[in-house]
């Protein structure tokens, strides 16, 4: 598609984008690889947290002498430094997924993922380096920004790449590799655990260094986001990207339809949004009223409560703090094993998304999740407070608690841990996307640190802690309760439908009749794109020049 031709779009709202190609699962699978950072981290951690070696290492205390109860009690990380060791890296990532945003409208989607790997790989040589706290937060807080730069930018990456189609169950892929990272780390966790040197704690650390060198060097051979060269004004390489994306030649009528819905989109965005300066660029984010569906405000306060819901779930209070809790219920001998088994649980009911938010759509299964895990997490509180209390000493009570944790586990695991990710990667227009993903994924990470602080806290057992024990699982289904009553007023089902056509619903339908909404028209033909069509050339400013052209017409 050289200089000079002329593109043309369709009113057709089914041709708006190839048919699926093997070539895009293998793209975006290999993309959701990226989950493994976040996933590996969080389950490397509370691991580690637990290990004799690590707690000699970083508080200076003897092992205890097995037949001294007092001293086994005490012999564990202060709530303080667990708190800030799990903490410090979320910290971290709220300021890389924010700055990330900026960054992949500059130097693109694909190089900002690698460049987050490169940050990620400093904060890791200086956490397996570590022998004292210091040096750990240090690492810790630089590969957080690695993080953040990875986990924002590959769910933009992949909701820009993915077919409409299946782009929901390609993008739960991203979560189906963070449980996949959990579990991998929970078994090489198990496997270190009893070692009496260090590498106890800097094996599972070491082995990040694996993931960032897979992603990195994979995304040398994967091509650019094709919207990012049109947010650019790249048409040329926009083309070449798409048919790349798609496995079509770059002359196809569905490379040249596609292209086209995408650059009417983003005109007709470029006319609702104000292009000002910097400031105003994010200041953009929040435009129009929060209480109107289409608003810049509304879809970025959905996105930032997405992200915050997702994490008050209380899921990874399970993975970052599951071995401590277990262990102070008493009648587990080997909670090392139980976490693996809670890991296991989250991997195998994953992909199960895979089918059911491309058949029922992101807002049932929100809805439902939440549903599951209010009724899952009251049931361990009211077991925990009664029969299964440490002062009964009742193993088949703890044995109900642990079964309905992983039960709660598998509730989420096939709702809020998947479609939240595909949510924020589709409700946002081209013009604020990379910033409003950002924004979203800062949230999840802001609340993860909120989390990582306070949790050991409530369940710690020293002197001004609150020691809640298994009560701590009622709070968690009350804040289930508001996650479901947000879903059900705010979120909209975007199920099936391109990111275009996502604008166009929130536009014309509010959450809870967004499932009966069917697109009428393409942006191509609203914007004139079918009549008289735009040229293709080099300069970033042709095509607009040419949409103004017609509007005049």
Known sequence: MPGGVVLTGTADTGRIEAPVTVKAYLMCAFAAFGGIFFGYDTGWMGGVLGMKFFIRQYTGLQYPDPNDKAAVTAFHLSAQDQSLTTSILSAGTFFGAIIAGDVADFIGRRMTIITGCLV????????????????????????????????????????????????????????????????????????????????????????????????????????????????????????????????????????????????????????????????????????????????????????????????????????????????????????????????????????????????????????????????????????????????????????????????????????????????????FPLPIRSRGVGLSTASNWFWNCIIGVITPYLVGTAPGDANMGAKVFFMWGSLCCISLTFAYFLVPETKGLSLEQVDKMMEEANARHSAKWVPHSTFAQDMGLTEKGVVIGDEADVHHAAFQEKSAV
Not at 282 to 299: D, E, M, P, Y
């Open 120 to 427: 990620f790989s400093i904060g890791c040589i200086l956490e397996v380096a570590s022998t004292g706290l210091a040096v750990m937060v240090v690492g810790r807080l630089i590969a957080g920004a690695g993080v953040g730069f990875i986990s924002a930018i590959i769910i933009l990456y992949m909701s820009e790449i993915a077919p409409r189609k299946v782009r929901g169950a390609l993008v739960s892929g991203y979560q189906f590799c963070i449980t996949i990272g959990i579990l991998l780390a929970n078994c090489v966790v198990y496997a270190t655990q009893n070692r009496d040197d260090t590498g106890s704690y800097r094996i599972p650390i070491g082995v990040q260094f694996l993931w960032a060198l897979i992603l990195a060097s994979g995304l040398f051979f994967l091509p650019e986001s094709p919207r990012y060269f049109v947010k650019k004004g790249k048409l040329e390489r926009a083309a070449q990207a798409l048919a790349s994306v798609r496995g079509q030649p770059i002359d196809s009528e569905y490379i040249q339809d596609e292209l086209a819905e995408i650059l009417a989109n983003h005109e007709y965005e470029m006319q609702v949004i104000p292009q000002t300066n910097y400031i105003g660029g994010w200041t953009n984010c929040f435009k129009g009223s929060v209480l109107k569906g289409n608003s810049n405000s509304r879809r970025t306060t959905v996105g930032i409560l997405m992200q915050m819901m997702q994490q008050l779930t209380g899921i990874n209070f399970i993975f970052y703090f599951g071995t401590v809790f277990f262990q102070s219920l008493g009648t587990i001998s080997n909670p090392f094993l139980i976490s693996l088994v809670t890991s296991l649980v989250n991997t195998c009911s994953t992909p199960l998304a895979f089918w059911t938010i491309e058949r029922f759509g992101r807002r049932a299964i929100l809805i439902c999740g939440a549903i599951g895990m209010i009724v899952s997490q009251f049931i361990v509180g009211i077991i925990g407070v009664t029969a299964g209390s440490p002062s009964n000493n009742n193993s088949a009570a703890v044995s109900a608690m642990i079964a309905f944790i992983c039960i709660n586990i598998s509730f989420f695991a096939t709702t809020w841990g998947p479609a939240a990710w595909v949510v924020v990667g589709e409700i």
